[in-house]
């Protein structure tokens, strides 16, 4: 079956939407975002994984839209604070979400623990579901430091305190060119991205790109 070439990315996320229009301009499908379909309202993210709540959002989104339809889940794990905050990373300090607040207690509960010992990645996981219910997942993780104090102005969340001693910089500092390609979701849309070439050439065999 061939579907029409319209993405449904499900998210309100403006930053993260702008990370994927650029990281999908190869596919040349027009994009559309949550913002697009007020009605589907707001998706509940109790998984326990990244992957689980990206599946929620990705099944959600093309059942209510009858489009292919494309969920992240992503997040920070600190080793020191044995994986958290993890999945729940956007809500870290509470209701609304805030990246000043999750940044702050962050910083907080490392105190002046010495960098080598805050250790910490960022993992994503994307979801694609198509209307005739086949799912595939991809992951991708990138790992890196966390610094005592933000640095940089670009990206989102906790991307001004996300140290890469590779490039001396943070993930807020980083050129977006670069980041797209060693990110975390950087790494993930590009396995999705072939996912999403083969369904919207009506390749019948998707599961095979994985």
Sequence with gaps: MKYPKKLVIA??????????????TSLEVEIFSLKDFPEI?????????????????????????????????????????????????ARF?????????????LLNLLGDLPLERRTARFKCAI??????????????????????????????????????????QTFAQLDIEIKNKISHRGQATKKAIGILREIFSSCQDYKKML
């Design 127 to 168: 979801a694609i579901v198509i209307p005739d219910k086949r799912e595939m997942v991809v992951e991708g993780i990138c790992e890196g430091l966390i610094l005592k104090e933000l640095r940089g102005e670009g990206g989102f969340g906790y991307d001004p305190l996300f140290y890469l001693p590779l490039y001396d």
């Design 93 to 105: 300090s509470g209701i609304p979400t805030d990246d000043t607040r999750n940044n702050n207690k």
């Design 11 to 24: 998210t309100t996320n403006s930053g993260k939407l702008k990370e994927f229009e650029k990281l999908l």
């Design 41 to 89: 309202g707001e998706i509940v993210e109790d998984g326990k994984t990244f992957a689980e709540n990206a599946l929620l959002k990705a099944r959600t989104v093309s059942e209510k839209t009858g489009l292919v339809s494309l969920a992240d889940d992503s997040g920070l794990e600190v080793d020191f604070l044995e994986g958290q905050p993890g999945v729940n990373s």
